[in-house]
C-alpha cells in the first residue's frame, strides 16, 4: 500500500529532537572531542538490517542539522518506501564530529518510527478490500506522542485523538462516575459541537447508545458474533469501532464484520525498532 502523497510533520518535531541530543549529549559528546578536530569532515551510509517501511527521516535530518547545519543528504528512497534488508538508505557528508555526536539519536528516531511504520502497514493491508480502517490509540511513549502518529499515518493507519483536548471519549471509568450512556452523553452533547465518542461494553449499552443519539460508538472487546449484531443493530445510525486486544490474527475477521474501524494500541505501544546501521566511509 503506497503511503499518502503528503504527511504533515508535527510542530514539535524540533523540541523533540532537541530533547533527545540534550539527553544524549549533556555537557558534550567527550569521545568525538577528544578524537576529533573541529575541521574533519567524513561521510556516512546508512543501512537497513530487515524488510521495513521506512519512517522518521524529518527527525534523522533534524538531528544532525542542529549539529551541523551544512550537512548534506542523499537519500536513495522516499518516505514509505518499503524496503528490502541490506538496503542503503542515505549517505551523509558533513563534519565528523556531528556525524558522530547524532548517530544514535538520528537512527533512534529512524528505528522507532520505521518500526511503528512497518507493524502499522501490516495492520493494515490485513483489512484492505474491506470498508474498515485502522485507527492509532493514546498508547504511545511518553514525550513521542506526534512522532509516533505520524508514523502511523505513514503506516497507511488513521489518526485517533491526539489527546485529551480534540475530543470527548466517554469510556467506562466516566460512566462508572456518571451512572448511565444517556446521561453521559447527554452531558457531553449539551457542551457544544465536539466530537463524541462512547464505548459500551455489551448489547444492552449498544442500544442504549443509539437510542440516546450516540454517533460514534466503541464496541470493547465484543466477540465476533456481538459485532456482526451491533452492525445490524446499528443500520448506519452510528459508526462502529471494534477495540480491545485485538490480536492480528482476527483483525480480517473483525474487519469483515462491518465496523468502520478498529483501533489497535499495539501499533505504538509494542514497539519493535527496526535493525539500522550506521557507518563511516574509509
Known sequence: MAPPSVIDVPDDLTDTVNRALAEDLGSGDLTAQWLITPEQRAVATVVVREHSVI???????????????????????????????????????????????G??????????????AT?????VEAVAGTRCRILDTRKTLPGLRSAQKYATRVGGATNH??????AVLIKENHLACVGDVAEALARAFAQGPVSVVIEVENLGQLAQAIEAGASWILLDNFPLEDLRVAVRETRGRARLEASGGMAFAEIRSVAETGVDFISVGALTKHVRAIDLSMRIKT
Do not use: H, K
Open 55 to 101: 519512517a522518521g527521516m524529518p527527525w534523522f535530518e533534524a538531528t544532525f542539522r542542529s549539529l551541523d547545519p551544512g550537512v548534506r543528504f542523499s537519500w536513495q528512497i522516499s518516505e514509505g518506501d518499503l524496503v528490502d534488508a541490506d538496503a542503503c538508505l542515505v549517505e551523509i557528508e558533513g563534519a565528523a564530529r556531528a556525524l558522530l555526536s
Open 103 to 116: 548517530e544514535r539519536t538520528a537512527l533512534n528516531f529512524l528505528q522507532l518510527l520505521s518500526g511503528t
Open 119 to 123: 507493524v502499522t502497514r501490516r495492520y
Open 161 to 166: 485523538r491526539q489527546g485529551l483536548y480534540d
